[in-house]
Structure formats: structure tokens, C-alpha cells
């Protein structure tokens, strides 16, 4: 089967490395998406390489940008659907990245909601025409162990950017809910190291993203509105 995706934030990091593994599939038609085409000199010679990917300017804070993509990806899809959406880009903005409650400010928690809650909300809405054609609809919003109420240690991550994983997850239950013809899964990635992951962390983007492949590739009604480790188990909200 061939199938068509599109990833947000595809310039860097986990983003890229989606775009990465997906176009070594020849089958796939790939949509990666990032605010600066011309910048990212790794997604052009991806597409040098690769004769299934297409590199379209999106950010996911523009509702302008957003439009722009949408016509631009149908009118290449035609009357193909959009099978999977990959919500990934994210940032942790902030004065200070790591600043507790005590010292959060309102404008980085805006910030943060700005990129990590409306933008992948924005970005499904917009693409819900092209995900109606496709027989799979599936959605996977990259959110964080961060945002989990569960977790008991949050070492040195910032309030703002926590707070913001935590609603794009009840965004994902919300939009699993409103649209029970889709699946939509939020995933933890796990601690992977790129420029907003720690230098430490335990997972290179290609371990991580192989791993998400599989439940993204495999994904049933029976994950949608769940939120899922990159190991494949349930995470506590
Ligand atoms: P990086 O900082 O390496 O990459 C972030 C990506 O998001 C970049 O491509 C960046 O584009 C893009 N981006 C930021 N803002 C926007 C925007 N407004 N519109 C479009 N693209 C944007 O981060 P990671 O690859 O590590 O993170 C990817 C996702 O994984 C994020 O959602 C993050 O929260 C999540 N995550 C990461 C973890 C980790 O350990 N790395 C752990 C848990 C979750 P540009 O190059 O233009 O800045």
C-alpha cells in the first residue's frame, strides 16, 4: 500500500528524522512541512535524494502560512487523501527555558500554548478535508512525558512548556472524541537528543522515531484518544 504523510516541523530533530525514515520508503508520498524551506539544507538534499517528498513552508502559528499549505498539499494529492498527519513541531519558549511556577510569566506561557496547543489544532482543522479522503485518517500529536499529571519527577523542565503538553494532550482526547471517524493519538518520544532535548538524553531521533513509526504505521480506533509512550504502552494522563 502506498501511503501519503505530512509532519510539522520537519526542518531539525525528530521532525526531520520523521522525513527521513518515511522517504526510504519509495511508496510514500511525504509532505515535510518547516517555517524556512530554503534554510533547512538537510530536508533539500532529502529531497535531492528522494523522488517522494515534497518540502511546503508552513508555521504553525500563521494561519495564513497554514491556508497556503492546505492548497498547495491538495493540489498535489488531487483526489488522494492525507492518511497520516504528524503534529511535531513544538519549542519550549521562554526567557528563562526552565523557570519553575514560582517565576513563569504569562507572555511565555502564551508563547508555549501558541506553538504546542493552537498550533497543532490550527494545523488539523485545516487539514481535516484532505484526512476525510483517506481510509486511515490518523493523527499523531508529539506531545511529552512533561505533560503528564502522573509524573513525579520533572527534573529541570520549565512550567510553561509542561503545562502546554498537558493541554495539547486533552486536546488530543478532545479531538479522538469530536471525531470518532479519525484516529488520534498523542505520543511521548521519550528523552531524545536535539537541540531541545538534553545533551544527555538516553535516544538518538532515529531510535525514537522508529519506534513511533510503528505505533503511528499500526494505529487502530482502539489507541485514539490515549496517550502512548514511544515503547508502544500507555502513559498515565
Ligand atoms: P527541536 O528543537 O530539535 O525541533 C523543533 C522543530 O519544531 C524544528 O523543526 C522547528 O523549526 C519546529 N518549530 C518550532 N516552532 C515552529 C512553528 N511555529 N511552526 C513550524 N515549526 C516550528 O525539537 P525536537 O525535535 O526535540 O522536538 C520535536 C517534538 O518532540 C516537539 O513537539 C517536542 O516538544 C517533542 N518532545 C521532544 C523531546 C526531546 O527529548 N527532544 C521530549 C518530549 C517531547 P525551526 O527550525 O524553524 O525552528
Redesign the pocket.
Given at each position: 500500500m502506498s501511503y501519503t504523510w505530512l509532519v510539522?516541523?520537519?526542518?531539525?530533530?525528530?521532525?526531520?528524522e520523521f522525513v527521513k525514515q518515511l522517504t526510504t520508503d519509495r511508496s510514500n508520498t511525504v509532505f515535510a512541512t518547516?517555517?524556512?524551506p530554503d534554510s533547512?539544507s538537510a530536508l533539500q538534499s532529502l529531497k535531492n535524494a528522494s523522488g517522494n517528498l515534497h518540502i511546503v513552508q508552513?508555521?504553525?502559528?500563521d494561519e495564513g502560512s497554514i491556508s497556503t499549505a492546505v492548497c498547495i498539499v491538495q493540489a498535489i494529492l488531487g483526489a488522494r487523501g492525507l492518511d497520516y498527519l504528524i503534529n511535531?513541531?513544538?519549542?519550549i519558549h521562554g526567557t528563562d527555558k526552565f523557570a519553575p511556577f514560582s517565576s513563569m510569566l504569562a507572555a511565555d506561557l502564551i508563547e508555549n500554548f501558541l506553538?504546542?496547543v493552537a498550533?497543532p489544532a490550527l494545523v488539523l482543522q485545516a487539514f481535516l478535508p484532505a484526512c476525510e479522503k483517506s481510509q486511515r485518517r490518523v493523527v499523531a500529536n508529539?506531545?511529552?512525558?512533561?505533560g503528564s499529571f502522573a509524573r513525579k519527577d520533572f527534573g529541570a523542565v520549565g512550567a510553561a512548556y509542561c503545562v502546554s503538553?498537558a493541554a495539547l494532550n486533552m486536546l488530543s482526547c478532545k479531538q479522538a472524541k469530536d471525531r470518532a471517524d479519525m484516529i488520534v493519538v498523542a505520543i511521548?518520544?521519550?528523552?531524545?537528543k536535539?537541540?531541545?532535548?538534553?545533551p544527555n538524553?538516553p535516544l538518538l531521533p532515529a531510535e525514537s522515531v522508529a519506534s513511533m513509526l510503528r505505533i503511528i504505521h499500526s494505529a487502530t480506533a482502539e489507541i485514539s484518544g490515549r496517550f502512548i509512550n514511544h515503547t508502544g504502552e500507555e502513559i498515565a494522563w
Open positions: 510539522t516541523g520537519s526542518s531539525r530533530g525528530i521532525g526531520l518547516c517555517r524556512c533547512s508552513l508555521d504553525v502559528r511535531n513541531a513544538g519549542q506553538t504546542n498550533g508529539i506531545s511529552s512525558a512533561a503538553k511521548n518520544p521519550g528523552s531524545v536535539t537541540d531541545m532535548g538534553a538524553a
